[in-house]
């Protein structure tokens, strides 16, 4: 079974292993290392299954960065703080033209609220969109008008990583092949590598070593040990990407 605690944690191991090390995005972009990993995990549900994530991290020493949408299925004020306090970024998974109907100057300031309300809990300084498939707005388009660096933001990864350099593996669409059914979570990419499942990630860094440079995007109301949840999230999902790839992939 792909998807799981459990084989979320031995890829740790097996990275931990291959002697990366884990930056922050933050991080990355102050000073990014030769060999290294960005753990990115895009919070859009179940906050307490980021919890869960965090304290993994924690427990084998390295960190990553948490991006929180600005709506109840994620906003969870007790978890922000814990992941902080667990020495882990986090960050706001902005999606305020979806959120305000595509409007622009409402937009921005439905966008400085919420990174407001969101640095009473914990430092932020950097933010991710969140791709919101269902919308026919992008919410970087904000940054058509705006410069998210007027906030005192560093970095946004859709802008400010070079992915000709660094190998970017999500788990968009429950897959991790999963462009065809990727609306938003897309980046141009100069390496010919593929990976479907889990296990073939972890046995490529074995036997063949991975990119020394690598982010990393998880959603983790995705990964369940229980299997009611485990059974729930892959069928939720596999009608998901259906529909996205009728009707929303372009």
């Known amino acids: 079974m792909d998807f799981t605690v459990k084989i979320y944690k031995s890829l740790l191991e097996t990275l931990i292993g291959e002697k990366y090390e884990f930056q922050t995005f933050d991080e990355y972009l102050k000073q990014p290392a030769d060999k290294t990993i960005i753990l990115r995990h895009d919070v859009d549900l179940l906050p307490f299954n980021s919890l869960r994530f965090a304290k993994i991290q924690h427990e084998l ?23 902080a306090a667990l020495g882990h970024e986090i960050g706001y998974h902005y999606e305020n033209l979806t959120t305000c109907n595509g409007d622009i100057e409402k937009g921005i300031t439905d966008f400085k609220h919420n990174l407001e309300e969101l640095r009473k809990l914990a430092p932020v300084s950097t933010i991710c969109m969140h791709g919101s498939p269902m919308s026919k707005y992008d919410s970087k388009d904000l940054w058509k008008e705006y410069n998210y660096e007027d906030y005192d933001l560093i970095g946004e990864p859709y802008f400010d990583v070079n992915f000709n350099e660094v190998f970017y593996l999500t788990d968009t669409g429950r897959k991790w092949d999963g462009n065809k059914v990727s609306v938003r979570d897309r980046v141009d990419s100069s390496f010919d590598l593929s990976f479907h499942s889990t296990n073939e990630i972890i ?19 995705r990964w369940n040990d229980n299997l009611f949840m ?14 996205k790839k009728l009707f929303f992939v372009k």
């Open 61 to 83: 020493g390295v960190k990553g960065t948490y991006y929180f949408r600005a709506v109840p299925q994620s906003w969870n004020e007790d978890v922000i703080k814990e992941i």
């Open 203 to 221: 046995e490529y860094a074995k036997q063949t070593g991975l990119p020394n440079k690598i982010m990393f995007t998880y959603h983790p109301q």
């Open 230 to 243: 485990w059974t729930k999230e892959l069928v939720f999902q596999n009608a998901k990407n259906i529909v």
